[in-house]
């Protein structure tokens, strides 16, 4: 899916979970948002990205267990489990040999190239991202009430994401050889 359907689940949960108040309504949205995202990307390119793909596995994992059990705490964690699966992965990739991330921009021609320090550091910095992510998820989940997490879970997360997007792009450029800008 193009990056703008990543938002496409989370508007949806969004404008559910504010027409009804009920996450049992907005939960069962996005679960099916998110498959009909996943069928349709196994028809146009007769595979689904890794990070679609887990994201939805455990998605209807926890959400069905968060409608099974009619207990919001489990799709209340699915947040920090997928953003901690994340950060794990990258790191384990970094350590490996791995460039996942220097893979993914570069196929998309979106930067000219970079030695391998900054896209190791891009790594690591993703990674811490995606681990506070998860973790703030968890003061939300249990010292919040259902709408504040609801809030955090579509503003926060996303104000953070923009935060270090910013951040990102900044130390790209800075690193960037002279004469060289952010599209290659």
Known sequence: ????????????????????????YATASIMAVVSIQVFIEKLRKGKVQHKLLITWVLLMIFGSATL??????FIQW????????????????QLFG????????????ALPELPDLVWRNIAFIWSFVFFFIGTLNLYFVFY?????????KVFGTLGITIIFALITSFYVAKTLPKGKDLVG
Do not use: C, H, Y
Request: no cysteine.
């Open 1 to 24: 899916m193009k990056e703008t359907g990543l938002f496409i689940p989370l508007i949806v949960f969004f404008g559910v979970f504010l027409a009804t108040r009920d996450i049992l």
């Open 68 to 73: 099974l059990f009619r207990d919001p705490i």
């Open 78 to 93: 699915k947040l920090t489990i997928v953003n901690w699966i994340f950060a794990i992965a990258l790191i384990v990739a």
């Open 98 to 109: 791995k460039k996942p991330i220097k893979g993914l921009v570069q196929m998309s021609g």
């Open 144 to 152: 919040t009430d259902i709408s504040t997490w609801v809030n955090f």
